[in-house]
């Protein structure tokens, strides 16, 4: 048996239940009961968060994650995009958000469409050179996770980012979220994924960075971009900046 | 540290710190432990709000189950009381 929570779980649910009347009516102590009585629920909330782990291993995930990571890099690379990508809300692309990148350097989201086609290559502007590649981002996936999209406040954004970092994923502790003018400010406690020197991460951002943007976006119904993402004291820092 | 090791951790801490202050007043009576040991559990599960849909569903279902002991508990003792 490999799970840690069903061992401790088994353990102290058993130990608990017969050590109860032991104490009970042999010792006659109501406190030493008691103990024992908490043994058993505690053993028993373990038990139970045993059964919710995922069955798929963090070795497993790790593989999909970096497979479909490798892929979109080497997309980015070999056609030499440099620019950042830019998070749409799910009603821009036929109701499944996703990010683009535009191809050309110098590229203005002026005249941005409503509804972008759900190509690999999508023209998002009436000038010629408005192309963009859009790719699915680990953000967009987790969207799915959510209950209910979050309203257009700090507050929502705050508890949706933390409910899939902390809650879903558990790779973070706390998030903070604050919206000063066009800039969502997003600080992360112990988070246990960083930022990386890789053509990915410049392009789309880390996965954390990813999922807050992504988080964003829908909940503000703009498109966002990762406008900087920075480890400092401990802490997680990404600035997304919401695009008019 | 994983969000379900800190929620095993806060129940054991909260749990033995109401047993003990409970012990320290001299409360002789286990279902005045049982009582107050389940409404620590049910306060400390409902603040975990941001856990998984899976980790939730596991943790509400031994809550209904807590609640349910814990009313027959109340219910015993209002008779006691009546009679």
């Not at chain 1, 703009?222 to 008019?244: M, S």
């Not at chain 2, 286990?30 to 040991?37: A, E, G, Q």
């Amino acid at each position: 048996m490999k799970n840690p929570y069903k061992v401790l779980g088994i353990i102290l649910s058993i130990a608990g239940a017969v050590l109860a009347p032991v104490f009970y009516f042999f010792f006659l102590s109501a406190p030493l009961t008691a103990v024992a009585l908490s043994a058993v629920i505690i053993g028993l909330a373990s038990f139970f968060l045993a059964n919710s782990r995922p069955n798929i291993s963090p070795e497993a995930c790790q593989i999909l994650l970096k497979t479909g990571m490798e892929n979109t890099a080497a997309l980015l690379e070999e056609i030499g995009i440099r620019n950042k990508a830019i998070y749409l809300p799910a009603r821009m692309r036929d109701g499944y958000p996703q990010a683009i990148v535009p191809i050309n350097d110098h590229y203005t989201l002026d005249n941005i469409k409503d509804k972008l086609p759900g190509r690999l290559i999508v023209r998002y502007g009436p000038g010629a050179d408005d192309m963009a590649i859009a790719v699915t981002t680990p953000g967009s996936i987790n969207l799915e996770m959510l209950e209910h999209i979050p309203g257009p406040n700090a507050y929502d954004i705050e508890s949706a980012i933390s409910y899939i970092l902390t809650g879903v994923l558990d790779i973070a502790n706390s998030v903070k979220v604050d919206i000063t003018g066009s800039r969502v400010n997003v600080e992360i406690k112990n988070a246990k994924m960083g930022y990386e020197e890789i053509w990915y991460y410049y392009c789309l951002g880390s996965p954390l960075a990813s999922i807050a943007a992504a988080i964003s976006s829908e909940a503000l119904q703009k498109p966002v971009r990762i406008f900087e993402e920075k480890e400092q004291a401990g802490k997680y820092r990404i600035v997304l900046e919401v695009l008019a | 540290m994983r969000i379900y090791n800190r929620l095993i951790i806060s129940l054991a801490i909260a749990l033995s710190s109401v047993n003990i202050f409970l012990a320290f007043l001299g409360q002789d009576d286990i279902s005045i432990y049982f009582i107050v040991n389940a409404i620590v559990y049910l306060i400390i599960t409902l603040l975990y709000v941001y856990l998984n849909p899976r980790a939730k569903f596991a943790l509400n279902s031994l809550s209904a189950i807590i609640f349910v002991a814990f009313l027959a508990v109340v219910t015993m003792e209002v008779i006691e009381i009546l009679k």
